[in-house]
């Protein structure tokens, strides 16, 4: 993310966590690290969201759609949200990159 940010592009990371790294870091150093990412290198961060959908629009950009990670079997809770305009998409699941066979 860090990378796409530094080469001018508009970054969103969507988390289903609250805080960014992995649970086992210190809250503090989370905090801290959320801090920087959104303050020093410009990249929206989106905790406590589930990406549910990914929309090609008529003019050809992506609408990423996304909900509460939180929200209550009833279906109550905060509201759906979106990001409209993406020119690409990437995602990444999980926390070790399974690259074997890519080049």
Known sequence: ??????????VH???????????RFD??????FNEQVT??????????????EIVKESDGTLTVKMEPANKDKDGSGSSSSEIRGNQQVVL???RAAKTKGLG
Do not use: D, K, W
Request: charged letters at 10%; aromatic letters at 6%.
């Open 1 to 10: 993310a860090g990378m796409f940010a530094r080469l001018g592009s508009e």
């Open 13 to 23: 990371v969507i988390a289903r966590q609250q805080l960014p790294l992995a649970p």
């Open 27 to 32: 809250g503090e150093v989370c905090r801290f």
């Open 39 to 52: 303050t020093q290198a410009g990249i929206y961060m989106h905790m406590c969201s589930n990406p549910t």
């Open 92 to 94: 990444a699941v999980g």
